[in-house]
């Protein structure tokens, strides 16, 4: 496969939870194109979550767990860089503000609407008061929710409905010009109207960024991405474009659990 | 009709602690009448203590040097023991591995257990010396009573601090350490907004309870009845003089100890009230 | 860089915090442990304080601490019962439920007074029941919190499973939510007793102290905290080795008694 194009590459990855002897992802391999959506599917269990919080090395907040080969970033200059082996905080920090992460349920800090998004920009250094005002409006944009809060700056993120709180966290994200966003189940817990804004919202951020998303939704992951990633119990079983993966998939398993025989 | 006697008598249970608390405030209150009427407020400013030569039953008695006391040993205690026991419950929620979080919790907790005059005892003999020798002064007084205080105090406002920030949901500091927030950044920025009200309760509370405390403080404080001019001097506290002279009192002084009781008793009244309904919601156990 | 040095600087003083909690208690057993035990001969067990022994104080505080739980924890329970299972959760109910939380921190000292003037200045003498009485309004709120806390823990289902069986409500409730709470209350009820066995300032002019062996209840009443209060201020060598003798028997109960209370609900959060 052409390297040009990825952002990210999972290689003969292992992944051991701290205190279990068998590893949850056995020898997974995963291509993340630059600019694509790409959708992790499975059934509850098959450790499609487990794998995204690799790509940020969020597990490394519970210590113990064991990781094995390789997961790079392709840096804009070509260099890649394998993110198993970063070792300082400095590093993992810096990797995080790379590669964003928004999680199942909304999670806006306790703080106003424009601290949320100026949040990780103080963390990272930026203290210009202008150019903090500046990107907190354009990733107000770029997540669609700038006219819902334009007012109301100030006032807490808490007041917010579900959707907009997820959108804000985008927001939040979006603001550190990540290159990769990861989403776990980012609709699973908001209302249709609001999956729908976020649903657009995700096919607009990909002029910007590559990303991928985690989903129990199989019409969720048709209709958004652009690749797909079927896994099961711990196991990649395909991965292809989204178009093969659900029209013409070559694994039968695959098959059967897109055609809903089981999971 | 068994349902019915079970139901009333459960009820009469429940309203006996009502009519307990206004029977201290109207018992306090009637008892304290004589020394009210004869000092009034200025009692608060006064820091004379002395019966009458000639008539044990009259005298001048100020409350100011207790009160005083009180404050002050309550101060220390509170300053040294907030940022311990915010520290600890820091260390039980976001630092300690696993195996360690019951063990240590479990420590604290015995801490918490532990009687006070045990505390008041061991500080005496073990404690007092360590400050006399460093800090001079006798050994009793303001300071010592008050670093003892605030070590039987931090266990109980640990306890509470780590209970409110374990409400935080994990899913709320991961995505902060997601934006690439160090763990002190976390803490600051999400877990103590998150649990502000909870911590800022639990401190109220620790603070009813140092004011309120006799036993450590009666071995400690020195109970003489001087305004301290140093930290490490010697004096006395509400609980400290109720409990070394409230029996052998009679007339106006006895009145007087009653009327110190009951300052005591309305302030951490207020105080417990406050941290309750503003701060901790009813889930306070 | 600034930042991780900070975090670095904050996450090492919370664990000193830790370990300065940790050394504190460690000091206090360690010494405690090492004047109790050199001072502890068997004869402190089998003489009374005027003989130089604790037997009587020992006798005299679990008396008073058993019978005021035999007071208090009927009354607590009940109380307990009623704010959970029949107040609707009212405004009284929650009323209610402030007052004991409030009472629950009430300075000691001051029940001690009240307790004095109800019970002790009429008669003219301290006496045991005066201590049994302030004991009691000590636990009380205690035991009505916990109770209130581990019925609310009861599933719904279970008090509707037994309605729909036909039971009545009070016997529902003692047969099924009360046992079903059965661990938890337990666990209350001794973290109280250990609580209130330790008490010294309500005991100070209620019961006061008495040298001699004695189940006299009207008269005043032997205690292993008040006879340690008075024992360490004596300036002979004698009386400071028999309070800490006692200092290290009373703490011994409570933390025994307390372990106990935590090791039955070990498997519970």
Known sequence: ?263 | MGGKLFKNFSFFSATLSFFILIGIFSILFTYAQDSIREFGFDFLGSEIWEADEDDEEIGIFGGYIPVIGTMLSTLIAMVIATPLAMGIAIFLTEIAHKTLVKPVSIAIELLAAIPSIIYGMWGLFYFAPIVQSTFGGQGVGLLTAGIVLAIMIIPFMAAITRDAMNTVPDVLKESAYAMGATKFEVIKDVIMPYSKGGIIGSIILALGRALGETMAVAFLIGSVMAIPSSITDPTTSIPVLLANNFSEAQGLEMSSMYYLALILFVVSFAIISVAKFYFLGKKVK | MNRLLLNKIILVLSTLSAIIGIGFLFWILITLSYKGISALHLSTFTNDLVEGGIRNLLVGQFTMALMASAIAVPIGMFAGIWLREYSNNSKLASVIRNLSDIMMSAPSIVIGVFVFALFVAPFGSYNGFAGIIALTIMMIPIIISTTDNMLSLVPKELREAGIALGGSKHKIIMQIVVKAAKVGITTGVLLSFARIIGETAPLLFTSANNQFFTMDLTGQFPSLTVSIYNLATYPDEASRELAWAASFVLTAIVLLINLTGRYMTRNKK
């Open chain 1, 1 to 263: 496969m052409n390297t040009k194009n990825l952002i990210m590459e999972v290689k003969d990855f292992d992944f051991t939870y701290a205190g279990v002897d068998d590893p949850s992802l056995k020898q997974i391999n995963l291509p993340i194109e630059k600019n694509k959506i790409t959708a992790m599917i499975g059934p509850s269990g098959c450790g499609k979550s487990t794998l995204l919080r690799a790509m940020n090395r969020i597990h490394d907040l519970y210590p113990g767990n064991k990781y094995g080969g390789e997961i790079n970033l392709y840096r804009e200059n070509g260099e890649k860089e394998n993110i198993l082996n970063l070792k300082k905080e400095n590093d993992l920090i810096r990797l995080r503000q790379d590669v964003g992460m928004i999680f199942q349920k909304p999670t806006p800090f306790p703080m106003s609407i424009y601290d949320n998004v100026a949040y990780g920009m103080k963390l990272a250094g930026v203290k210009n008061k202008s150019e903090l005002e500046g990107r907190v409006e354009k990733a107000l944009k770029d997540a669609a929710i700038w006219k819902e809060t334009k007012d109301r700056l100030n006032s807490s993120a808490l007041g917010l409905s579900g959707g907009q709180q997820q959108r804000l966290c985008i927001a939040r994200a979006v603001a550190l010009k990540p290159d990769v966003m990861l989403f776990d189940e980012p609709t699973s817990a908001l209302d249709p109207i609001s999956t729908g804004a976020i649903e657009e919202l995700l096919a607009e951020l990909k002029k910007d960024v590559s990303v991928v998303i985690v989903t129990h939704n199989m019409q969720q992951a048709s209709r958004l991405s652009d690749y797909t990633a079927f896994m099961y119990l711990g196991d990649l079983i395909e991965y292809d474009t989204t178009d093969t993966i659900f029209m013409n998939p070559n694994v039968k398993l695959t098959e059967d659990y897109i055609t809903g025989r089981f999971g």
